[in-house]
């Protein structure tokens, strides 16, 4: 697809990783499958994805631990 944020890139498989902050806690969650933009850089996920990455955060946020590292593995059942 276009990139929506560069406007001049295209995106292709790949994977990414994601840092989410919340108070003391940091949540580092790696290989996050997205789509990548070539030209930004920019990744975008699939709402599937994006649930269970969210699932994984608010899970590392909640032991508050001031740092957690998690790899992604799809569909999570948390």
Excluded: W
């Excluded at 003391?24 to 599937?48: D, H, Q, R, Y």
Aim: hydrophobic share 35%.
């Amino acid at each position: 697809m276009m990139c929506p944020i560069c406007k001049h890139g295209t995106t292709e498989d790949g994977t990414t990783t994601l840092v989410f902050e919340r108070d003391k806690s940091t949540i580092v969650i790696k290989n996050v499958p997205a789509e990548i933009c070539e030209n930004c850089g920019e990744s975008f996920l699939a709402e599937s994805v994006s649930q269970d990455v969210l699932k994984l955060a608010e899970e590392g946020a909640g032991k508050g631990i001031e740092v957690e590292i998690f790899t992604y593995e799809p569909s999570l059942s948390l």
